[in-house]
């Protein structure tokens, strides 16, 4: 339900600005309107989540238990896994961010028919999900050259690279290619395993195929339908130096492309897609495993009244004799 849901509402996005554009000829709505309104939104929105997140109160530091705390001298502590210091936080989160590593430890469990519980590692949801989001990050960092002017010969570096094997005229960027091969994958394990499929929403779905729908975008128009890249340059030096235009025959798929990516913007904050700015707000990451070095007491504690076993004793000695039972103070 979710899948075709998801599927439908990407279909109809992009049938929506063809249309738009090829009949209503809305090239100022969808080349600079929407844009706009997407990135307002999304920085808008971002902002929100993050202060929303950074303002939540967390009283205690939440301790990982799959690494050694440090305690007595003699014990070996994992200060990746466990750290207790600040240098080992920026290291437990280096690696989180850009090598996945929490992911790196994935497992899947099997039943056999001996009947035998098999555990087993299980690496491709990993190497995927990394794959997806390093050729994401590629792709951003080599879009740059619609955005410079001039454009920095680093950018042009960095592409050369990515266009190394030369594959096609103009040449295939092996970022691009795999960061749909990734994306494809981690869309049919949601459909073809079915405990994924079970408990995936059209929340799962949608960031898939609109993702999906970008970069078969981008790749179509950079081999297949070609559109004048000049004129897109125009028109995004003319949205970041807030002196916006419109060139004259743009194809439409960039216009397609362009609004996939607006939307794609707009849903980031409201989605799941915040880990961005979550994994640095995650407690279980970025807090030291100092609890046995330093007391944190927490900020907000009222005085509380508390009435302590001597009053108690006070109180009811004479009944407490009475009645046989043991006091401390006679
Ligand atoms: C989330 C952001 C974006 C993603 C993931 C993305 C992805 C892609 C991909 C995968 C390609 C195929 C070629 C390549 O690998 O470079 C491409 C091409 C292209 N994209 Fe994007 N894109 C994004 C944003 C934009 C924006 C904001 C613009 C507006 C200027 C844009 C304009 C283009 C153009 C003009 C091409 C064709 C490039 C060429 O012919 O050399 N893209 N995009």
Redesign the pocket.
Known sequence: MGLWFSLFAVVILTFVVFMGVEMGKLHFLFGLVV?YAAFATFIVGVISRVVGWARSPVPFRITTTCGQQKSLPWIKADNIESPHNTLGVIARMALEVLLFRSLFRNTKVELKNDPRLVYGGAKWLWLAGLAFHWS?LV??I??LR??TEPVPRLLGLFAGIDGVFEIGV?VL?I??LI??VSVTYLFLRRVFIPQVRYISLAADYFPLFL?IG??LS??L??HFF??D?FK?KE??MGLVSFHPLIPEGIGIP?YI??FL?SV??AYFPFSKLMHLGGVFLSPTRNLANNNRMKRHVNPWNYPVKVHTYEEYEDEFRDKMKAAGIPVEKE
């Open positions: 844009p994401f792709i951003l080599r879009h619609f955005f103009p960027y970022s691009g960061m749909l993702i970008v970069g981008g790749l128009m950079r070609k559109v890249i897109v028109l995004a960039f492309h362009l990516v794609l913007l």
